[in-house]
């Protein structure tokens, strides 16, 4: 390579991308930034609209309040209701305005004594007309004093209606308990003329009304005209004003370039990203298993045992351990070199792993001592693993057209029988080992209490450079 080449590809990888990658980071902040003031900025500016169309309809509630206390708390009435009860006086004198759509009376117990309805009398009992909202309303006022008055919208035939009732009394009787007290109940809908003047006044861009069966106007601002009972779910509709939206279209062509540096950062982290775990996962796989075979080395295998033998695991704790030692494995290395030698120790793992399930382990702790490690507290189950191994292993392994032979010598130990300590269980299998090779070789011998010291030439290496 052109050595200018190299220094400007040296420039720009060290230079010029983490330049780029610190513009595009400030960039995707200005996004980020931008995005959430616009969002907070129609969150609030929503907000506001809802307590607004709220506010006018408390202003509605409030007017329609007042003109029934008006009406209910005078002498006057009180002596035309509660004394000699006239029909014709109210209807002449009280239910005179025609944006009144609903007029009632009603007695002590709650029947309705007269009932006006879109400007005609008709005998129409009001609980009966209207929805048991109304007789929660009721009760409600009833529970307070004559003088109180309750405010309500309610759904009627699908249309809300905004109710207000309160006690026919004299001036002087304003403070006694409602209840056994005669009711004026008044309702007004909410129409297209109410609307108008609510988005008029109030600042509320095409407002309407939406009931709950109707279709959900998308992106719309909305008010949920919901009952105390939870039973009315319709909603006052509005096109809302989103200042947010405003900003976002000013800043749009910046918000896009810096949409686009922000991909190109993200292609460049994750390219590098990927480079990094594959290095991290080779050194991890070379810190972690041994460079000749392949195979776990002692870090991985003593990780291994500690999870499979952890006592939380209960009953699954288990384990037997294989110690492996080959017998005239240095023979071999005398006599026909250290290639060979390698050739005998690639072949036994190999070996090895074919006899390994899944849930097994098998490990080369260094020299030609291996460990095996399967998922079983049985030992006839270990026993006949451990000959099939040992048959494995005792073939002639072919080296540049030689056959070498070497044979192997197994120790077990079991888990939980011997314990789940991992240190322990591998010097016993080691005992166990010793004991093999003392015996005649190429055999497999269990751990027993008496082979605890019976080695005389100390620990082996392998469990020594463990720290065992």
């Avoid at 309805?117 to 909202?133: F, N, Q």
């Avoid at 309702?187 to 709950?212: C, H, K, V, W």
């Amino acid at each position: 390579m052109n050595p200018t080449t190299s220094l400007d590809r040296r420039f720009f990888l060290r230079v010029i991308m983490p330049m780029f990658g610190l513009i595009a980071l400030l960039l995707a902040g200005a996004i980020a930034g931008a995005l959430m003031l616009s969002s907070k900025q129609n969150h609030l500016s929503i907000e506001f609209q809802q307590r607004t169309a709220k506010n006018a309809l408390g202003h509605f509630a409030d007017e329609l309040a007042g003109m029934a206390a008006g009406m209910a708390g005078r002498d006057e009435t009180a002596a035309h209701v509660i004394g000699a009860f006239d029909a014709e006086w109210l209807v002449s004198h009280l239910a005179t305005d025609e944006s009144d759509n609903f007029f009632f009376v009603l007695g002590p117990d709650d029947r309705t004594l007269l009932s006006r309805i879109d400007g005609r009398v008709a005998p129409a009992e009001a609980r009966g007309v209207l929805p048991p909202t109304f007789s929660q309303m009721i009760a409600r006022w009833r529970a307070g004093r004559l003088a109180d008055t309750v405010t309500q919208l309610i759904a009627v035939d699908g249309a809300p209606v905004l109710f207000a009732i309160t006690g026919v009394h004299a001036v002087a009787d304003a403070e006694r308990p409602a209840d056994g007290g005669y009711i004026l109940a008044i309702g007004r809908r909410i129409d297209r003329a109410s609307l108008q003047y609510i988005a008029e006044t109030f600042m509320l861009p095409n407002l309407d009304y939406e009931p709950a069966s109707g279709q959900a106007t998308e992106g719309a601002g909305r008010l949920r005209l919901m009952s105390q009972d939870g039973s009315m779910t319709d909603s006052l509709v509005w096109d809302p004003i989103l200042p947010g939206d405003q900003l976002i279209k000013a800043l749009g062509p910046g918000l896009v370039l810096a949409f686009a540096a922000y991909l190109v950062l993200t292609i460049v982290v994750l390219t590098f990203a990927r480079r990094a775990a594959r290095i991290i996962s080779v050194s991890e796989e070379k810190a972690l298993h041994d460079p000749l075979t392949g195979l776990p080395n002692r870090l991985l295998l003593l990780d291994r045992m500690q999870r499979q033998l952890d006592p939380l695991r209960g009953d699954d704790a288990r384990a037997a351990v294989f110690y492996l030692d080959l017998d005239g494995f240095k023979d071999v290395n005398d006599s026909a070199g250290h290639a060979a030698g390698d050739a005998v120790l690639v072949g036994v793992a190999r070996r090895l792993r074919e006899f390994c399930r899944t849930e097994d382990t098998v490990a080369r702790l260094g020299g030609d001592e291996f460990v095996m490690v399967i998922s079983t507290d049985d030992r006839r189950v270990a026993e006949a693993r451990a000959e099939a191994v040992l048959a494995a292993l005792t073939s002639p392994y072919h080296h540049n057209g030689h056959l070498l032979a070497v044979g192997v010598s197994i120790g077990v130990a079991m888990a939980p029988e011997h314990g789940l300590d991992v240190a322990a269980l591998l010097h016993k299998a080691d005992a166990a080992l010793y004991a093999a090779k003392q015996g005649g070789k190429g055999t497999v011998r269990f751990y027993r209490k008496t082979m605890r010291s019976e080695r005389a030439d100390g620990e082996p290496a392998a469990l020594e450079a463990a720290g065992l």
